[in-house]
């Protein structure tokens, strides 16, 4: 099992960029896919963003489409989303979670297994 652990997150204008970071620990990392969610006040958590277990294959919501970034570095154990032409309706709070290699190209929340406890993004307008 992987125990993520999220980072980077912060304030910034509408326009601008951050980096969110999660380190998984647990000697298996390589063996799941790693996903992006995130949930604002009021919403139900959804998906932003996957990535399968080599890296080479990518997912994202249609709303972050073309914005957004994930990769994974599996010999540092982490997963990075670089997050570009952030809007206000990006504020959330972005979580890091793990599914089983199986669920490669999953969108859903109850399909990844292990979840970190969140890292606020706040975009001003």
């Known amino acids: 099992q992987v125990q993520p652990v999220e980072s980077g997150g912060g304030l910034v204008p509408a326009g601008g960029s951050l980096r969110v970071s999660c380190e998984a620990s647990g000697r298996t990392f390589r063996s799941y896919v790693m996903g992006w969610f995130r949930q604002a006040p009021g919403k139900e958590r959804e998906f932003v963003a996957g990535?399968?277990?080599?890296?080479?294959?990518?997912h994202y919501s249609d709303s972050v489409k073309g914005r957004f970034t994930i990769s994974r570095d599996n010999a540092k154990n982490m997963v990075y989303l670089q997050m570009n032409s952030l809007k206000p309706e990006d504020t959330a709070v972005y979580y890091c979670?793990?599914?089983?290699?199986?669920?490669?190209?999953?969108?859903?929340?109850?399909?990844?297994?292990?979840w970190g406890q969140g890292t606020q993004v706040t975009v001003s307008s």
């Open positions: 979670a793990a599914a089983p290699k199986y669920y490669t190209g999953s969108y859903y929340v109850d399909d990844y297994d292990y």
């Open positions: 990535i399968n277990w080599s890296g080479d294959s990518t």
